[in-house]
């Protein structure tokens, strides 16, 4: 089991970019599959997106297809989601998670979760 913080969370306008982390710490960081999901209040959390742990590749809710980003650096046991064209509706509590599971965008698929780092999008 590893442990996980975000940060990058705060403030944004509709159509602006925000970057949000995700450190690890533990020696098997690499072996692991990394999500963002999120949630927002009154709602279920959902997933945002996943980066698989041995060759790189993604899965991305529809929400966030074309406009979020999700990369993993390995040296820094640091997993990002770069969010650009920002929405009222992206407005939400971000988790990061991992999982030595199958990449898919499901809450009972990950069984490691940081504690959030709230993300407000408004005018």
């Known amino acids: 089991q590893l442990q996980l913080v975000e940060s990058g969370g705060g403030s944004a306008q509709p159509g602006g970019p925000l970057r949000l982390s995700c450190v690890a710490s533990g020696s098997t960081f690499h072996m692991y599959n990394m999500g963002w999901f999120r949630q927002a209040p009154g709602q279920r959390r959902e997933g945002v997106a996943c980066?698989?742990?041995?060759?790189?590749?993604?899965n991305y809710a529809a929400s966030a297809k074309g406009r979020f980003t999700i990369s993993k650096d390995n040296a820094k046991n640091t997993v990002y989601l770069e969010m650009k064209s920002l929405k009222p509706e992206d407005t939400a509590i971000y988790y990061c998670a991992a999982t030595l599971n199958r990449c898919v965008l499901r809450v009972g698929q990950f069984g490691t979760w940081g504690q959030g780092t709230q993300v407000n999008v408004s005018s």
């Open positions: 980066i698989m742990s041995s060759d790189g590749i993604t």
